[in-house]
């Protein structure tokens, strides 16, 4: 009996410990401690995406007969996740995301992407890039350590141990969270004024000539083919945590206002049509506000020599309503 209890415990302490030694490198899933995971209803998350434009992928890229996925729209991957559904992106497929604000670099994560993976082990895989200008992209250095010896099937399971900087890592409701200073120091890009986030659907096939590579160059294994209309993979939404709004409400005709010129150098001038009054504020990318006054006069002159270069949010509030400018000093 004491030597059959022996090669019990002895078995099941074997087992945990190989399953410690075939864990990948990095976060589990979400529920287990030390997930990175986080959940859309997180006090963190402060906005959503507003607008989406999808380029849709193929069902299965090596039998293109079969179409293109099918599932979803364009607002299907805006608010919060799981209000909208999802769009599937299908095989290489992508979607650009922008927002009523700048996604700007903060402490920890500075957004999280969201997929519908039903159980955290069945996950369909996106790069991301980020653009400062909505023209140039960076992506974010993906890695995979999933083992590429045996594509993994149309149904198969991935170990999100395995994964790092790609989206689809957790189930559904929780969202895969990326940090903007992972991306310091790249020419053309502003990690503290981003205004587009790319998708990109990973196509899991091993075979090189439809595979899709991470950051060391290797083939990244996700459940393939599927070849569905929501094939590939499926965005519910993107959660924004360190972001500065500039969604505006124009004025009424009694209180248009201009300012000139943007970019500025050490002044700026404000015009409010038909002599109106508003309070203004001056806030920098990390919501602080720099300058603030009243501005009773059609024409305004405001010294601002103080000020760093770089991007501002000029917010005015009349009597009925209130609007926000993007300026840039230079």
Not at 186 to 205: M, Q, T, Y
């Amino acid at each position: 009996m004491r030597l059959t209890l022996f090669i019990t415990i002895s078995l099941l302490l074997i087992g945990k410990l190989d399953a410690q030694i075939l864990a990948g490198s990095y976060a589990p899933p979400a529920g287990q401690n030390g997930s990175t995971a986080i959940h859309k209803d997180s006090s963190i998350i402060v906005g959503w995406a507003t607008n989406a434009v999808i380029t849709r992928g193929w069902q299965d890229i090596t039998n293109t007969s079969l179409g293109k996925t099918t599932a979803g729209n364009n607002t299907s991957a805006t608010d919060i996740a799981g209000l909208n559904g999802i769009v599937s992106l299908g095989d290489g497929g992508s979607a650009i995301i922008t927002f009523n604000g700048l996604i700007t670099n903060g402490p920890g994560a500075d957004f999280a992407v969201y997929e519908n993976s039903f159980d955290g082990l069945f996950l369909e895989l996106a790069f991301v890039e980020v653009s400062s200008d909505g023209i140039n992209y960076y992506r974010f250095d993906a890695i995979s350590q999933t083992d590429t010896t045996v594509q993994v099937g149309s149904f198969g399971n991935v170990d999100a141990t395995n994964l790092y900087n790609l989206a689809g890592k957790y189930k559904a409701q929780y969202g895969t969270p990326f940090d903007l200073i992972e991306l310091d120091g790249i020419n053309g890009l502003d990690i503290n004024a981003i205004s587009h986030i790319k998708i990109i659907d990973v196509v899991g096939s091993k075979n090189p000539l439809y595979a899709s590579y991470d950051v060391n160059g290797r083939a990244v294994n996700d459940p393939f083919p599927t070849a569905f209309a929501t094939g590939g993979f499926d965005l519910d939404g993107i959660g924004v945590i360190n972001f500065v709004s500039t969604a505006v409400q124009e004025f009424s005709t009694e209180t248009i206002v201009n300012s000139y010129p943007n970019p500025f150098n050490n002044t700026l001038y404000i015009d409010l049509i038909n002599n109106a009054t508003a309070t203004y504020q001056l806030i920098n990318l990390n919501g602080q506000e720099v300058k603030n006054g009243i501005i009773n006069q059609q024409h305004t002159t405001l010294l601002v020599d103080e000020l760093k270069e770089g991007i501002y949010f000029l917010r005015l509030v009349g009597e009925h309503s209130t609007q926000t400018l993007k300026i840039i000093k230079k």
